[in-house]
């Protein structure tokens, strides 16, 4: 079996990870990848949103499945470009990534659906004089939101009515609909679910750490670090989750003629009736998917290419390892607004089943690359440099593997959150 998977970050090094340790032995393939992925699949240089590049690309390898990780080329349709040649893509077409890439779109769909979320009020270019009335119809604490793809970095949530109106006159301004939402209270879920029309299969559940640094502090960025499963979610959660939010939009999409076919990430809070939408991503959510991936036994590669031939329904159920798994992000200096890059990362251990170093922004710094080289030297390339995955047999086992991990790891002026995972480990998180 030939895979193809197209991205660059530590999401797309998770994903070639599980893929590598599936049965059939895929031979795997990345586009356009990262230097850290060089021991797994072949890379190949061509940019997530180049359609006709990637129809060669996959054409050349004669790829049996392609596997699209980032956001990008599914809103501009390039799962649309590969299905059209034949391949079996997982991932939407461009009009059901459209539950991502535009959150007007999303609410009307959870209206259609009777979905619970944020009450919202949409602002287009040119309406800067209406912004101070949405403002008086929102807050104490304001929600302003890019109506478009962010990369997880166009919300501001904030008391502060200056701040939450300069926030909505950059996204005017840079040509965007801006959107104003209700504050949702209670802890927040990232539940996965593989989509196939109208079957729903969930993965474990996790939560995502947004902001910047400790204690929630800081901006928000694309994700500092997450943890699975979640120990004070209730034992149906996911159930409701999956009754409540999940099969009635993909239910939705069908009657609307747009079926949805790959990964619906729903972005949760959990207020005191249960579960309220935050936002959809159409695909694999980054950095949740490094630890949701590790604890999963079913094999990779089947199951996504039973949703991207339109079988799951026909597949057996999930199977996960017992235990826990944390992912800490490495981020670069000045991470989001603008990271350093080109220092040179030392320290990285050697892997070991329990704790693992995936690669997201880095790029080689010298010549040994592949199997069987010389251990390659790496430099950063990105604001989200390496994602520290730790497993163990309960939470508080798989963080001390991470961190253990992590602290030996050195990048010049970078940092990364010490509390991931904590809150839930510390009993501090509540219904």
Known sequence: MKILVIGAGAR????????????????????????GMAGLATIHDVPVTDAGGLVTL???????LVVIGPEAPLVAGVADELRAEGFAVFGPSAKAARLEGSKAFAKDVMAAAGVRTARARQLAPGAEAEVDSALDEFGPTWVVKDDGLAGGK???????????????????????????????????????????????????????????YDDDKGPNTGGMGAYCPLPWLPSDGVERIVDEVCRPVAAEMVRRGEPYSGLLYAGLVWGPEGP??????????????????SLLKTPLAGLLDAVARGTLAEHPALEWEDGAAVTVVLA???????????DA?????????????????????????????AAPEFVSAGGRVLSVVGKGADLAEARERAYALLEGIELKG???????????LEGRISL
Not at 282 to 292: H, I, K, S
Not at 414 to 424: K, N, T
């Open 414 to 424: 970078s940092f990364y959150r010490h509390d991931i995972g904590a809150a839930a």
């Open 154 to 212: 166009g919300v501001v949530v904030t008391p502060d009515r200056a701040v939450a109106r300069a926030h909505a006159e950059e996204v005017l301004a840079a040509g965007n609909p801006v959107l104003f939402e209700s504050f949702l209270t209670g802890p927040e879920v990232s539940l996965f679910c593989l989509v196939d029309g109208e079957t729903v299969v969930p993965l474990l559940p996790a939560q995502d750490h947004k902001r910047a």
């Open 332 to 342: 670069a200096e000045g991470y989001p607004a603008g990271p350093r890059k080109g």
């Open 345 to 373: 990362i030392s320290g990285l251990p050697e892997d070991t089943e329990d704790a693992y170093v995936l690669h997201a922004g880095t790029a080689a710094a010298g010549s040994g690359s592949g199997v069987g080289s």
């Open 12 to 35: 797309e090094h998770a994903l070639l990870k599980g893929l590598s340790a599936d049965p059939v032995r895929p031979e795997l393939h990345v586009a356009p990848g990262n230097a």
């Open 58 to 64: 996959a054409r050349s390898v004669a790829a049996d």
């Open 276 to 293: 309220a939408v935050v936002e959809f991503n159409a695909r694999f959510g980054d950095p949740e998917t490094q630890a949701v991936l």
